[in-house]
């Protein structure tokens, strides 16, 4: 029997063994799954997994044309406020109040700019999530790695992670509907951005492993 391996949180599906936790009886070959079917631990959809042993395919190398003068461009303002707001919980988790405290400000400011955002279909989302895995994120780790900065080959890995969750719980609402939010909330760790459907948080994120108090919860839809 086989073994499937989710590239969000790393849990092993084995076919042998099934996942008793989820519903899913020892035995259960991976094509009989139900499409609905998501990761006991993280929420991925089966898209997600790759054959153990296959191994998930590495981020390619990307060319990146130099940079020119011509090529660079202000930030929208809602990018603005993102990047401020970022900023802000840095200072933040290094301890430092004032500074996060200035950032704060200017996410505001920036963030009145913006105005009212329009809003964006489910299908354009996962457009923009597909991009950022097939070329996006593999342009950045391409700089990256030239440059040695770990740093930033940890974040974007943790940021791969992300992006998939992201285009599997798309996936989802082009199939479910919002009718997948009844009976969940929906939180955010604020540290690397894995989103969770649940009725309480992870105990551990299973991206960066911080625990449950470092989710904050941005939507309820908990139906009695």
């Not at 042993?53 to 202000?74: C, E, M, Y």
């Not at 009718?179 to 760790?189: A, D, I, K, T, W």
Request: proline share 7%; glycine share 8%.
């Amino acid at each position: 029997m086989k073994r499937f391996v989710c590239s969000v949180c790393g849990y092993v599906y084995d076919e042998a063994l099934g996942a008793p936790q989820a519903g899913t009886p020892a035995g259960t070959r991976w094509d009989a799954l139900a499409e609905n079917w998501v990761c006991p631990l993280c929420g991925a959809a089966r898209t997600a997994f790759y054959p153990e042993g296959a191994g998930k395919t590495p981020q390619p190398i990307v060319p990146v044309a130099a940079a020119r003068q011509s090529d660079l461009k202000p930030l929208p303002a809602v990018e603005m406020s993102a990047v401020c707001s970022n900023l802000a919980r840095g200072c933040e988790k290094q301890n430092l109040p004032e500074e996060a405290g200035w950032y704060r400000q200017l996410e505001a400011y920036f963030k009145s700019l913006a105005g009212t955002l329009p809003d964006a279909s489910a299908e354009q989302l996962y457009a923009l999530a597909l991009a950022d895995l097939d070329t996006g994120i593999a342009q950045a780790a391409t700089v990256a790695r030239e440059e040695g900065d770990r740093g930033a080959q940890r974040a974007l890995v943790w940021d791969e992670k992300v992006t998939r969750i992201q285009r599997s719980l798309l996936e989802r609402v082009q199939r479910e509907g919002e009718s997948m939010l009844n009976g969940v909330h929906v939180y955010v760790c604020t540290v690397c951005g894995f989103i969770y459907l649940g009725a309480e948080p992870p105990a551990l994120c299973p991206v960066c492993k911080v625990p449950a108090w470092k989710f904050e919860q941005v939507e309820g839809r908990v139906q009695a």
